[in-house]
């Protein structure tokens, strides 16, 4: 009986943020292609098809980056209409959708909200904080972009979860991250580590900071 849990990027690499430690610019840089560009049509629709072959009690995609969002609103109807056409033994389908929160159309929230989305929005603690690495293409802050983001997805209905990412400022000001992001029900944190080239950054954070 097998559950199938697919994780998806459909536009590679490509963000609309850039931050100062972003693993994902990272790991980018180190391969032989960078960014794949946005899915096309012709690859969404054998995803789905070959998921509802395989799995055969329930399936739940889950969408990350870059940010996601890009993909525009056009490429998550395609996806959904394909999932209804192709799931004709009514398996039980969910969704999950990472996004940095940047430009999420009410258009989108309205269909995520739909379809009942979970989302994670990635935050990093109090405005001062988050705003230091997680900067727009411009070079602003962007946490009161995200915050009314996160506005949104309440008035929407959009169950959501925080991603947080732990850098060596976060271990050193624990508190303050916490005071900042307790509010929010569910809440996740990842560390922020060296370059996979082994260079050591000012954010990464050493095993006795993490610790602490
Ligand atoms: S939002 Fe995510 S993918 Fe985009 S720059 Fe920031 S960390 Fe990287």
């Given amino acids: 009986m097998p559950v199938l849990s697919m994780m998806i990027k459909p536009v590679s690499s490509a963000c609309n943020m850039r931050c100062q430690n972003c693993f994902y610019a990272d790991v980018?840089?180190?391969?032989?292609?960078?960014?794949y560009g946005v899915m096309t049509p012709d690859t969404m629709?054998?995803?789905?098809?070959?998921?509802?072959?395989?799995a055969d009690?329930?399936?739940s995609f889950s969408f990350q980056g870059?940010?996601?969002?890009?993909?525009g609103i056009e490429y998550f109807q395609s996806f959904l209409r394909e999932v209804h056409r192709c799931n004709s033994r009514h398996l039980p389908v969910s969704y999950a959708l990472q996004t940095?929160?940047?430009a999420v159309s009410d258009e989108m929230l309205a269909l995520f909200a739909e379809h009942h989305f979970l989302l994670g929005v990635s935050?990093?603690?109090?405005?001062?904080?988050h705003d230091a690495l997680r900067?727009?293409?411009g070079g602003c802050g962007t946490y009161r972009r995200v915050m009314r983001t996160i506005e949104k997805l309440?008035?929407?209905?959009?169950?959501?979860?925080?991603?947080?990412v732990v850098t060596a400022e976060t271990a050193r000001r624990s508190q303050e991250t916490w005071n900042a992001l307790r509010e929010h029900q569910y809440l996740q944190f990842i560390p922020c580590i060296d370059g996979l080239d082994g260079s050591h950054n000012p954010y990464s954070l050493s095993p006795e900071a993490y610790c602490r």
Avoid: Q, W
């Avoid at 870059?66 to 993909?71: C, D, S």
């Fill in 154 to 164: 309440r008035h929407f209905g959009i169950p959501y979860n925080i991603l947080c």
């Fill in 45 to 54: 629709r054998a995803l789905v098809r070959r998921a509802f072959i395989y």
């Fill in 66 to 71: 870059g940010e996601p969002t890009l993909a």
């Fill in 100 to 102: 940095n929160g940047y």
């Fill in 28 to 35: 980018a840089a180190h391969r032989r292609i960078p960014n």
């Fill in 57 to 59: 009690s329930s399936v």
């Fill in 135 to 137: 900067k727009d293409a």
């Fill in 123 to 129: 935050l990093d603690g109090p405005e001062d904080m």
